[in-house]
């Protein structure tokens, strides 16, 4: 392990050692050095799990497929539309595919029929989506490319987003995604947008010709 830097605390093994190497004024003075020490530990520690505690509740309590882990509160979970890995089409206990529109989410389910008997693995990657969640996607990518304009090539605004109304998928893996953009127009499903391979949604009858692409500018 790489050496600590010495900061405002100083670990117990630490302690004990340069109380070792230290001449003995009595055996009093020792005595109370090692209680003060050890409670001063203790406190520390207990800090530290009583804050990782706190921190501990991503999801709310009683939504399907809810996973503990770190993270604040406020943070989008289940109930804003987050998917676990390997999220079905046919899982609609999650408000992710429950909230979907209706047509859409059967025109997805359909299609992973299909994918599973041609020996295709498909997943839902991201549904129906709350404004919260939306939010939160939107400030990731402004911090990252620097600003709404840029950001906005990469994730909509919450206001306008086809997740949040419920009638955009994600779908994954790639080869799922080639599928779909092969075959996706026999259930109304085409790829809307030029960047995103993964993003589809109802735009045609099935059979059709899906619409030209939308390039973000």
């Known amino acids: 392990m790489p050496k600590r830097r010495r900061s405002g605390n100083i670990a117990s093994d630490e ?5 070792e190497t230290t001449p003995r004024r009595s055996t009093a003075l020792t005595g109370l050095v090692i209680v003060a020490a050890v409670t001063s530990f203790g406190l520390t520690a207990c800090s530290a799990v009583s804050a990782a505690d706190q921190s501990d509740s991503t999801t709310p309590s009683g939504t399907p497929h809810a996973k503990s882990g770190g993270g604040s509160s406020k943070l989008p979970g289940a109930a804003d539309g987050k998917l676990p890995s390997g999220t079905s089409a046919f899982d609609t206990d999650l ?8 047509k859409l ?31 939160e996607l939107m400030d990731k990518a ?17 206001d306008e987003s086809h997740h949040v109304t419920g009638h955009a998928v994600d779908i994954g893996p790639t080869d799922a995604d080639d599928w779909l953009i092969r075959k996706g127009n026999r259930f109304g499903l085409c790829q809307t947008y030029s960047n995103e391979i993964w993003h589809f949604e109802l ?11 939308t390039t973000p500018s």
């Open 203 to 213: 735009v045609t009858t099935p059979g059709g010709d899906c619409p030209p692409m």
């Open 142 to 158: 402004i911090k990252q490319y620097g600003s709404r304009e840029k950001a906005k090539k990469f994730v909509a605004d919450p």
């Open 95 to 102: 408000p992710g595919i429950a909230n979907l529109d209706p």
């Open 15 to 19: 302690l004990f050692g340069m109380i």
């Open 105 to 135: 989410r059967a025109a997805v389910q359909k299609a992973e029929q299909a994918m599973k008997e041609d020996g295709i693995p498909m997943q839902v990657t991201t549904g129906w989506r709350s404004k919260k969640y939306q939010v």
